[in-house]
């Protein structure tokens, strides 16, 4: 994709003369939508980026966040590697962590831990049961070779995502604020030196290439702009960065991701307010003949770029070697322009601000979303349980996360398949709060749901920021912190731009009425093919925290009662059983009352179980809460009670209901009781519904049963 006319007469401006063929590739790869925000920048204004516990907000690799009576600080970011995951699965998932690791690299942090959000095409599908399977092996196969455990994430299927599934990955690491660092490079005349990795020329023109529609030959034709990633090297820049850090050795740092080594660069020292002057000559490279341009762009991974103190290069070469690592000294930072040298010809020289912040926003047309019109299906209540219990979007996803190493790290407190993972922080000697022996735990939990945004684009993306928060609050944490990943389609397209805008505004006041500050992020846009556009979809990723490491899971004891905190809802819009008749309907509005009494439940002494209503509605939450020796009997008023989707609810098992009602301020609504015999009893609309263990685990075992 070249550079737009009107983009290249703004740059002619500038410099004063016509751009050289490496400048016109730099502005087209820095000033596409992937890097330079330009259709969704405008939009972002909408969040509230900041709180008391903000230590980094949005424009940095990752954001950074103190955790509350504690010394210690949590690096947080999340990134999209959507359209290199359709043209090859496998590397496009696998770079996709490698990239958010690095970015949590860069903060000076160590990662600890890794959520995934997948979105595919409709799971019938041979086409999308392959992606699905590249994408979790690639997931895999990185994560667990670097030792950073995923321990929570979602895996949705849709029509919409046919053409162009999506790769959403989070990673959040730890750092004290005595080693953190930032990207904005600090004084001229310190060096950049380039670790990692030897350069090759796979990935060039990535940045534009994610910023273009997926034609149908996308995937022999784009594969060249695929990285390949190697997680062994990846392993070893994550210790000789931490090997650094502790030698005080890095003034400033940036991986490189999108647009290369020229993004890195320019983009620290632009943070900065200076230049550069780099040889591009210097860097070590993988293959022979690699021209100015496949050197500025090439998007070869497991690299970082450091601004080094000139005494302390030796010692980075040191360091680097030990872990055996390329390193190259490929220049210095400057007061001037960022300038590219090759073979003695002056390739780039044009002021790094400008580069890196200079592309013009885009003023486009959008449409208002239209409501769906309501047409509910006729079914048997027998009927309906059996095909949305089994159904792959609320079915168990163990085939995914049991290939993940959740637990390295000895940091796991639960793993995935609750409503939120729950994480140890190492041992603070600077504890202020009075937790159970000074313990503190992190929560995480990221997702979204396409048949919600698909329904209703504002209120599904604020349901998806209520939904996020009652995971974390049955597991009783705050939130701490957000971060979204805002994928859509071709903005060109006013009604795919007014989807896109309403599901964005719908996720910033729905973060805002959780307390949940937006702290960093990532755009993907042109997510479309020729099956059509894919539905908005806002991942939130949300941290939270919560003192002491003893939180109820969701599976039923079989001693107490059972309630519905936060009352029914009869509402259906989004939900799956009308994915599943082809029904359809507005989804509501949601309420985000019930998420701080989702966590006082959760936190009351009376409390045996929890677990939220979420995918699937009241129906799967009770089946997921039944063991093998524990049960469940309830009586529900209605189906629409039985499948509603409202978030900002859940399921408590407890041995005193008239205290838990009195200890929360929300609605709590008598269901039945828990049972010892392992099986799960609805009586609903006039029918009894009635599941033994080994059947629920049977109907949910969709994935399973055709993957493996």
Known sequence: MPLADSDRRLVEAELGRDPTRAEAALFENLWSEHCAYRSSRPLLSAFTTDSDDVVVGPGDDAAVVSVPGTDQLVTFGVESHNHPSYVDPYDGAATGVGGIVRDTLSMGAYPVALADALYFGGFDRDHSRYLLDGVVEGISDYGNAIGVPTVTGSTQFHDGYEGNPLVNVACVGLVTEDRLVTAAANEPGNKLVLVGNATGRDGLGGASFASEDLAEDAETEDRPAVQVGDPYTEKLLVEANEALVDEDLVMAARDLGAAGLGGASSEMVAQGGLGARIDLGAVHQREPNMNALEILLAESQERMCYEVRPEDVERVREIAERFDLGCSVIGEVTDGNYVCEFEGETVVDAPAEFLADGAPMND??????????????DVSVGKAFDAVLSSPNTAS???VYRQYDHEVGNRTLRRPGEDAAALTLPAADALTLPAADGEVALAFSAGANPNWTDASPYRGAYATAVENATNLAAVGAEPLAAVDCLNGGNPEK?????GFAAAVDGLADGCRAVDAPVVGGNVSLYNDSAAGPVPPTPTLAMLGVRQGYDAPGMATVGDGDLVLVGGHDETLGGSEYLAQFDGRAPFPDVADDGVAAVRAAATHDATLAVHDVSDGGLAVTLAEMVGEDAGVAVDVPSVGA????????????????????DAVDAPVVDLGEATGDGALS????????DYGFEEIVDARRVLERELD
């Open 682 to 689: 609805v009586a609903v609309a006039g029918e009894v519904v």
């Open 642 to 661: 039985l499948f509603s989707e409202a978030p900002g609810r859940a399921v408590v098992e407890t041995t005193d209901a008239t205290a838990l009602r």
């Open 494 to 498: 006013p009604d795919v731009y007014g």
């Open 364 to 377: 486009l047309e959008r449409e208002e979303p239209s409501e769906p019109e309501t047409d509910l299906p």
């Open 397 to 399: 996803k163990r085939w």
